[in-house]
């Protein structure tokens, strides 16, 4: 069976058109974390926020997106886990259960989760069901990140919101740009 007529069936993520194996399935969950460990060094701190702009959330979603939600899920399991075991891969090498961005790593478990789960469902297929599962991707990383900061910095809700959320507005709606090309491009090349 040819890559094109896989493509077209409903229920597919990009992960899918690659054949079938538990070896493919690990690879996968291992890339996925290697990836969203290498995007999280590319940092640049924000003046008065603990927590730096990364490529982490883009990646996160990205394989998300790609793997499914169950082989994302995994694969931001693995990040965490060893990260919070000591592996210097959260951004800029950080590790560790205490860092005060934790809260947003695990956002980023659940967003994986879910935009898989929407990618399963077409929602990377169009650009603008693409931009969808990007805002709602990013919408779950803060609702978890930005209370986990308050709560590991002493920071009120409202302090919290400012150094955690508003600096980072452009480079998601950045992110979520890129991922709106890529995608149902990735997508439209492989229908043909």
Not at 110 to 137: E, F, I, N, W
Not at 141 to 148: D, N
Not at 164 to 189: N, Q, S, V
Request: glycine share 14%; no cysteine; charged share 10%.
């Amino acid at each position: 069976m040819s890559i094109a007529a896989v493509s077209s069936r409903p229920g597919q993520v990009l992960a899918d058109l690659l054949p079938a194996s538990r070896a493919k399935d690990a690879a996968l969950v291992l890339g996925g974390a290697a990836l969203t460990g290498i995007a999280a060094q590319i940092a640049v701190p924000v003046p008065g926020s603990p927590v730096p702009v990364t490529g982490q959330t883009f990646a996160a979603l990205l394989v998300g997106t790609a793997l499914g939600a169950r082989r994302g899920f995994l694969s931001l399991a693995v990040y965490a886990l060893i990260g919070m075991a000591g592996m210097p891969w959260f951004a800029q090498a950080g590790s560790g259960a205490a860092a005060p961005s934790l809260g947003y790593v695990l956002g980023m478990l659940l967003a994986a989760t879910v935009v898989g789960a929407l990618a399963r469902r077409g929602g990377d297929r169009s650009v603008l069901r693409t931009a969808g599962t990007m805002v709602l991707g990013s919408a779950i990383i803060y609702a978890v990140g930005v209370p986990y900061l308050a709560a590991a910095t002493g920071m009120s809700l409202t302090q919290a919101v400012a150094a955690g959320l508003t600096p980072f507005l452009i480079g998601d709606a950045l992110k979520a740009a890129l991922a709106m090309g890529a995608l149902p491009t990735a997508w439209k090349l492989l229908d043909r």
